[in-house]
């Protein structure tokens, strides 16, 4: 249990630009700082998996990290809310975004906070990037659309998955392009379908790759896959766990008219991989 904490306040659902402001102001209390997210209750998918959520907010200094389950807090009264963080984590400060909202009915505000509490409350303006709130909605719409380097722009760091490497059919082998194949996680936003360039961490090592997400129209399979070609690496890779970043989308999946067109467009595609 934390004692003397500086909590964020929201569902964070990731850790987009704007969030990251609020982190550092909590940070600056000097105060342990805890981010609060939380678990079900929004309609669609999530950015991150509460996995992915974790590593990305420790990473980006928070010192620990709470969830809350939206059914068990839905129906709590702006009073009772507060009052169940005050016990659990004895808080000094409180951050938050002015569009923040919490009660039952979401009828709680800063004000509300400010009124309700002996906690210093500190509340930041919502921040905008070319006119448009820098939101979950905005990035969501961004990574349908295939833009992921706007996508990356916003959040302050490469969209990304987290998965072990499972077995696959092994047809990547037989044309020279071994591939690392991980289930894209049930509940996480999909991005467009496409062939992303990509960044594979893995053993502490950064390596570049291709990735293909969604169908192998070539080989008559219209499941979605996660696909990777990592560069440079030649050796046992099944049941490790990689985190694969998208940098850029190259270009939309496509039915070959033969392996070996599959395989020119492969070879095209790692050369401008390994440009960059």
């Known amino acids: 249990m934390e004692r003397g904490t500086a909590i964020l306040l929201g569902g964070f659902d990731g850790l987009h630009a704007g969030h990251r402001r609020l982190l550092q102001r909590a940070k600056e209390s000097g105060l342990a700082v805890g981010v609060m997210t939380i678990v079900g209750g929004k309609q669609g998918d999530s950015l991150f998996t509460s996995f992915e959520r ?4 420790l990473r980006a200094g928070a010192d ?20 169940l963080l005050e016990t659990q984590f004895s808080p000094r400060l409180f951050v938050c975004g002015e569009d923040f909202r919490f009660g039952a009915g979401a009828v709680g505000t800063p004000e509300t906070l400010k009124t309700s509490t002996q906690v210093c409350v500190e509340t930041l303006p919502l921040l905008e990037i070319e006119g448009e709130k820098v939101s979950s909605t905005h990035i969501k719409r961004l990574l349908k659309e295939g833009r992921i380097e706007k996508a990356n722009e916003l959040l302050s760091h490469p969209y990304f998955l987290i998965g072990k490497v499972e077995e696959g059919r092994k047809i990547g082998r037989t044309m020279g ?10 509940g996480k936003f999909p991005m467009k379908q496409g062939v992303y360039e990509t960044r594979i961490q893995m053993d502490g090592v950064v390596y570049k790759g291709i990735t293909n997400f969604g169908a192998r129209p ?5 499941g979605v896959w996660t ?8 050796g046992e890779i099944y049941g490790k766990e990689l985190k694969v970043e998208f940098v850029r989308f190259m270009r939309e999946i496509e039915r070959f008219a033969s392996v070996d067109a599959l395989q020119a467009q492969l070879t095209k595609d790692i050369r401008q991989v390994r440009d960059q």
Do not use: M, R
């Open 54 to 57: 974790e590593e990305i907010f």
């Open 64 to 83: 620990f990290v709470f969830e809350l389950a939206f059914d068990e807090i839905k129906n709590l009264s702006p009073k009772d809310f507060i009052s």
């Open 218 to 222: 070539t080989f008559d399979d219209n």
């Open 177 to 186: 392009f071994p591939t690392a194949n991980i289930a894209y996680p049930k």
């Open 227 to 234: 696909e990777t070609y990592i560069d440079g690496f030649f």
